[in-house]
């Protein structure tokens, strides 16, 4: 088992700027890839970002330019750095570990309780 724990969530005006964190209790080498997801209320869990131990990271399209995924393997720890917000950016923020570097949610073996980002215009 993994426990994720994400952190640094909150309320921020458009054009504002946010840092997520999530520590893992352990490194799994089944579960190599680590990735953020986001959920709206109403709406499906979307793949934001995802990178593996080493190497590129993957983004969505909505995202691509604004934000930076990011991790510290001596830390367990995964990071996402949020610029220039927008309102649709509005969600419960997820991390997870899995075993592709996939954006699919069905990749992903152990999810974090999310942290939530709100975006005002």
């Known amino acids: 088992q993994v426990q994720l724990v994400e952190s640094g969530g909150g309320s921020v005006q458009a054009g504002g700027s946010l840092r997520l964190s999530c520590a893992a209790s352990r490194y799994t080498y089944d579960t190599p890839y680590m990735a953020w997801f986001r959920q709206a209320p109403g709406k499906e869990r979307d793949g934001v970002a995802s990178?593996?131990?080493?190497?590129?990271?993957n983004y969505a399209d909505s995202v691509r330019d604004r934000f930076t995924i990011s991790r510290d393997n001596a830390k367990n720890t995964l990071y996402l750095q949020m610029n220039d917000l927008k309102p649709e950016d509005t969600a419960m923020y997820y991390c997870?570990?899995?075993?592709?570097?996939?954006?699919?949610?069905?990749?992903?073996?152990?999810w974090g309780q999310g942290t939530q980002v709100t975006v005002s215009s």
């Open positions: 997870a570990t899995g075993r592709y570097k996939s954006l699919v949610h069905n990749d992903y073996d152990y």
């Open positions: 990178i593996g131990r080493v190497g590129t990271a």
